[in-house]
């Protein structure tokens, strides 16, 4: 008797602090969604975010990987705007309500010009004190409409869906406002890039310059430490290059990124370019298979400029238009950012100067 009575009891108490436990919890979490309901606490349990506008403007970033996100179901998206949805996510919070004097004005205004953000998260169907977590599944945890910037640019108008008051949200310690990184433009999130394979990763890279075609190549990477460096004017095996070159000249494939999009540029002179041959062509096969291909043409300087003599330039010398393979669009690329991999075969060759 004395022990089904102790054994009630035991049963009992923990029932007992349980309760107590959940309803803190409860008290907490209701108190941080009154205080901070834009915000999601926990950004790595984010699957999915949809930002869509009145224009039928629509992205959808959706998490594939660590640290992956791809957008609009084929493209690969930013990681640094990723990044930056992520921590703002984090750190909005609710600055003051909207005044009642100005709540309707408001309300007319992000129904006719908002972005509508829906957020995913995977969520337990059991989750015991944060201990015992059973049956994830996907769910849309918060929608809400986001709108302009206040007057002073200090904070941005939001209004959480099925509610009738909108807040001024802000990021604490943050000058400025928050409505751009909500931007529903395909454009803002995409990637920006071309190359980003490691060493060990690549099978082949080929580099065809249209106009000093003795100096195209191709290097195939065997092992990661004996390659063949082919010249592709005669098609000829060069016997004798620099190995250290090589390995260093592959392993500038990692990272490399286009400035911007050219979407503002006129069809006509899009046309003239595409249609003319390029000034460069480099195909990087990797070991999966998979084929990246960037053609590159020079472009124009500006009208009157000079080089450091105050002699009159043809070309840019900063920039060039590029487009990827199985793009129709032309992107702005950097030399600082391409110089590496914009090398002459002459280069690999030439033992008597140092790599640089």
Partial sequence: MKKNFRFAFIILLLLAIGA?????????????????????SDTSSVTKIF?????????????????????????????????GMLKTLLLVDIKRPVAKSARNNIIRMMASKSV???????????????????????????TYFVGDATQDNMGTYMLMEGSEDPYVVYIPGFRGFVA????????????????NSKLPDIKQVSVQYSDDPQNSFSIVNNDNRNFILTSLADNITVQDFDTI?????????????????????????????????????????????????????????????????????????????????GSRELVAIQYFVFDPILLPLSWFKDKSRASQ
């Fill in 20 to 40: 107590v436990f959940l309803v803190i919890n409860n008290r907490k979490g209701t108190m941080r969604q009154e205080s901070n309901e834009f915000a999601v």
């Fill in 51 to 83: 930002l869509a506008d009145k224009m039928n403007n629509l992205v959808k970033l959706e998490r594939v990987g660590l640290g992956d996100w791809k957008l609009n179901n084929s493209l690969s998206a930013s990681s640094e705007m990723v990044n």
């Fill in 116 to 142: 509508k953000v829906e957020i995913y998260q995977m969520v337990y169907r059991v989750n015991i004190f944060g201990w015992i977590k059973l049956f994830p599944h996907e769910k849309r945890t918060k």
């Fill in 180 to 195: 751009t990184r909500y931007s529903s433009y395909e454009t803002d999130w995409r990637g920006h890039g071309i190359f």
């Fill in 245 to 325: 070159k090589v390995i260093q000249y592959l392993g500038s494939f990692h990272k490399i990124n286009f400035e911007s999009f050219l979407n503002d540029m006129p069809k006509h002179e899009f046309d003239s370019i595409v249609a003319t041959p390029p000034s460069v062509v480099i195909s990087l096969d990797d070991k999966v298979g998979k084929r990246f291909v960037m053609k590159a043409w020079k472009r124009k300087a500006d009208k009157g400029e000079t080089d450091m003599q105050g002699n009159p330039v043809e070309w840019d010398r900063d920039r060039l238009f590029a487009q990827v393979e």
